[in-house]
């Protein structure tokens, strides 16, 4: 496929008796943010691990950035970066040390190397705690250092497992905007994540991963409109759904609808105005658990 950055088909992969990946069919287009979203143990990091050459599939094919992981390996290597779930830094180094060293074992020269731990230092907002160590950082000043420490070589597609795990909410939304800027210069990205909202609000294509299968591939606004339309939501007491019912979200449908239960309904009974989630497709995906409620 043209402009096609990943391309997948048919990759299992088993331990033991466990089959973590069943059948994985994916195409990531070039330059856009990837989100695969799935519970803990659905295969996210076996995924990457696979697509990164570190761990070899049981069954099937895969080519990153044109090139095949089985026979192209280090081909593979050299078009991508990766972070994984944790820390890859030295805390007993300083955020400019452990740069500038990853610099040079990546071939730099001295002066390359200066130069382009100083731009990573800008680049990530690093540049007042430079010469601290590493060890004293923040969770979310960690990640950023990780994330620099994987953009040292420049390379076409990223991988991100988990990037935000464990950080705070104002780390997390800092670290989902470094990630937008490096999309928009034409870095691929293909993030695992648990968070509905960052595949939300990041992702250009969203997969859900569930049984070891893509329970449902495409936009955020793709996969919400398969759990249903905008609905006008009954609530009891304590907020209990007492029924619903689909709308196009309009003033006249609005009114319409509500007309038709004046009535019909206790006048204590509230009205919530609700859009299909993230996480309700999520939920319907990879648990089975359909709305609740009366749909019309």
């Not at 001295?110 to 010469?131: H, K, M, Q, V, Y």
């Not at 293909?190 to 509905?196: K, V």
């Not at 250009?204 to 449902?216: H, L, M, P």
């Amino acid at each position: 496929m043209k402009n096609t950055a990943i391309t997948i088909r048919g990759l299992r992969k088993t331990y033991g008796q466990q089959t973590v990946l069943d059948g994985i069919d994916l195409d990531v287009p070039a330059g856009t943010i990837f989100a695969l979203l799935g519970p803990n143990g659905a295969g996210k990091t076996t995924l990457i691990n696979i697509l990164s050459t570190l761990t070899k599939p049981d069954e099937g094919k895969a080519a990153v950035n044109g090139h095949d992981i089985a026979s192209e390996r280090d081909a593979v290597k050299m078009s991508i970066s990766l972070t994984g779930q944790f820390a890859a830094v030295d805390g007993m180094l300083t955020a400019r040390e452990n740069l500038h060293m990853i610099c040079r074992l990546s071939g730099f020269s001295s002066s390359g190397a200066r130069a382009r731990t100083s731009e990573l230092l800008r680049l990530f907002d690093l540049e007042a705690s430079a010469g601290k160590l590493v060890k004293t950082y923040s969770g979310g000043m960690r990640r950023r250092l990780d994330l620099a420490v994987s953009l040292v070589a420049r390379r076409p597609v990223l991988f991100l497992d988990e990037p935000t795990t464990g950080l705070d909410t104002v780390s997390r939304r800092a670290l989902w905007k470094q990630i937008t800027e490096l999309r928009d210069e034409g870095i691929t990205i293909f993030l695992t994540t648990q968070y509905l909202e960052e595949a939300d609000q990041l992702a250009d294509r969203i997969a859900i991963i569930a049984g070891g299968r893509i329970a449902a591939e495409g936009t955020a606004q793709e996969l919400k409109s398969r759990i249903g339309e905008e609905r006008i939501e009954l609530l009891g007491d304590d907020e209990e759904l007492l029924a619903a019912y689909a709308t196009d979200g309009s003033l006249q449908d609005i009114r319409r609808t509500l007309n038709e239960l004046a009535g019909k309904v206790s006048p204590e009974t509230r009205i919530r105005l609700r859009k299909p989630s993230l996480d309700d497709v999520f939920v319907a995906l990879t648990e089975a658990k359909p709305f609740e409620g009366v749909l019309r």
